[in-house]
């Protein structure tokens, strides 16, 4: 076992005797005439701060979901995958691994992923890994209910459990950093530019604790939350496919830009092609808050032409799209560069924030619950407790304001869960990606049977005209997870 467990493999367990799993054996009986021979299991997640700064090179703090992705599989003698899916809605697929080994992975003709285009990442993933020398197919059926295109991290589940599962049939050991970060560059496939959050956490969640998560090198650290505190989920009904649209990848583009520029008017000096604003931050010796000062500074325009970016950066238009756009973003004429960068520098001080009065709060020593480092969480005495919960509450306030108007990635049903939740002086947050899904709030443990029930009349009766019996489904409480794992 490594020191804090982030470079032992993925654990192996005996297969729980479950009701879900007894029902996915049948299925995948019924399916392929034999019982499976191994189950993976990979969580959904929920970020609690720092949005939009993974692929900006900033700490984030996710936790896992109890929600996963459950898959369970059969080696072949052939080399063919064999996909089913307990879901009707997403059809079987069959096909000759080594066919699309080196082929793009292609959308539909409306731009939008077949579902089983992540795990064709998965395992584009694995067969690079495995230089394409692999002994055995794969039946493989999957059973998720991780709520899908809500920003609870269902897409890079997926992947993660097919990478992880094609592995495991072909015998490959990976520790959990390097099958993490194999995930997160297997998911990038399906188009988008992704900063590995996701991934990450799927594979380095601890239960009871929060994950502070760190890049290059790719790291996690347990972050206890306050006892008293306790997250509620819920559905804002909008769902947003991320590789269905340039969204993502124009936010990923406008950071970089604004990266590359910082640095040239500052006077840096910088190599790569691909800058990230931590990048810039480094190269250029300044603070968080020295940063915002040269956004302010040198990108003063709310809107930048493409002409303009190229001249800033000294490049020709031809040398912009080859350099710095994907394909989903080369038609782009306009760049919102201020905004971006505002929005990245200052999250990413919120996540510090964040962190500190977790900190705080589980360090206190009025009443003597003192903390270690293994992610328990402490009681301590009232009132300090409700201004540590009003700190974090406060900064979550201020990155879904930040999202909403510097970022543009909210939506009005979010917005609108976020104002009945100040109602109740609950504060919540959009979380994932955005342009729909979810919010995350944290909401006084004694207090979340009311906001659930004030959130259903209010939001989901009143509003989304939902039969109250079925709310429940769309807002539940959460505590934090384990990462991915094995049953054989
Ligand atoms: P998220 O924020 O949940 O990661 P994405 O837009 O990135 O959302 O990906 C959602 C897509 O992942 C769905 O449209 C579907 O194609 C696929 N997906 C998610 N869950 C499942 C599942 N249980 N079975 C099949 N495909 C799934
Ligand atoms: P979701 O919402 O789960 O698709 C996406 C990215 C993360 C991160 C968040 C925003 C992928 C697979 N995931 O998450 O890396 O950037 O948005 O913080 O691209």
């Not at 697929?93 to 082929?103: H, L, N, P, Q, S």
């Not at 009065?357 to 480092?373: D, L, R, V």
């Not at 005495?381 to 304001?401: A, N, P």
Request: with cysteine.
């Amino acid at each position: 076992m490594s020191a804090n467990g982030n470079t032992d493999t993925v654990p192996i367990r005996t297969i729980p005797s479950t009701d879900r799993i007894e029902n996915l054996t049948r299925r995948f009986h019924d399916e392929f005439g034999s019982k499976p021979s191994f189950y993976v299991r990979v969580p959904g997640r929920v970020n609690l701060i720092g949005e939009h700064i993974d692929y900006c090179g900033y700490p984030v703090l996710p936790m896992a979901l109890e929600q996963d992705i459950l898959v369970a599989a059969c080696l072949t003698s052939d080399s063919k995958l064999y996909l089913r899916n307990i879901n009707s809605k997403y059809n079987n697929f069959d096909v000759e691994i080594t066919k699309f080994a080196d082929m793009d992975i292609q959308p539909d003709s409306n731009g939008k992923p077949f579902w089983y285009n992540y795990v064709l990442c998965g395992l584009k993933g694995a067969l690079e890994y495995l230089n394409n020398d692999f002994k055995n197919g794969l039946k493989l059926l999957v059973d998720g209910n991780i709520p899908p295109a809500s920003g609870l991290s269902s897409s890079s589940a997926l992947v993660s459990a097919a990478c992880l599962a094609f592995l495991y049939a072909q015998n490959a050991t990976l520790n959990k950093i390097e099958i993490a970060t194999l995930c997160a560059k297997s998911e990038r496939y399906i188009g988008t530019q992704g900063g590995g959050m996701d991934q990450a956490i799927a594979f380095l969640a601890e239960k009871y604790s929060a994950q502070y998560i760190t890049w290059q090198p790719l790291n996690a650290t347990a972050v206890a939350l306050p006892e008293e505190a306790s997250f509620v989920v819920a559905h804002s009904l909008a769902e947003a496919n991320k590789a269905a649209t340039n969204d993502y990848n124009r936010r990923v583009i406008e950071c970089r830009l604004a990266a590359k520029v910082l640095i040239k008017a500052s006077g840096g000096l910088v190599n790569q092609k691909i800058v990230t604003l931590s990048h810039a931050q480094k190269i250029l010796n300044k603070t968080l808050v020295e940063m915002i000062d040269l956004v302010n500074e040198y990108l003063p325009k709310e809107m930048y032409t493409k002409p303009e970016v190229c001249n800033k950066l000294d490049i020709t238009e031809n040398e912009m799209d080859t350099l710095y756009l994907t394909p989903n973003t080369r038609h782009l004429k306009e760049f919102k560069l201020k905004q971006r960068a505002l929005h990245v520098f200052s999250e990413a001080l919120r996540v510090e924030d964040f962190r500190k009065a977790c900190t705080q709060s589980t360090s206190n020593g009025s009443n003597g619950h003192i903390n270690g480092s293994n992610g328990v969480t402490v009681k301590s005495d009232s009132e300090f407790v409700d201004k540590i919960l009003l700190t974090l509450g406060e900064l979550m306030s201020s990155s879904h304001e930040s999202l909403q108007t510097l970022y543009e990635c909210s939506h009005e049903n979010l917005d609108r869960l976020v104002d009945i939740s100040k109602k109740m002086n609950v504060h919540c947050r959009l979380t994932g990606a955005g342009w729909g899904g979810c919010v995350v709030a944290l909401c006084p443990k004694d207090k979340v049977d009311e906001y659930i029930q004030m959130l259903t009349d209010e939001f989901y009766v009143k509003h989304c005209e939902i039969e109250k019996s079925k709310a429940s489904v769309y807002v539940f409480a959460t505590t934090p997870n384990c990462g991915a794992l094995i049953y054989i």
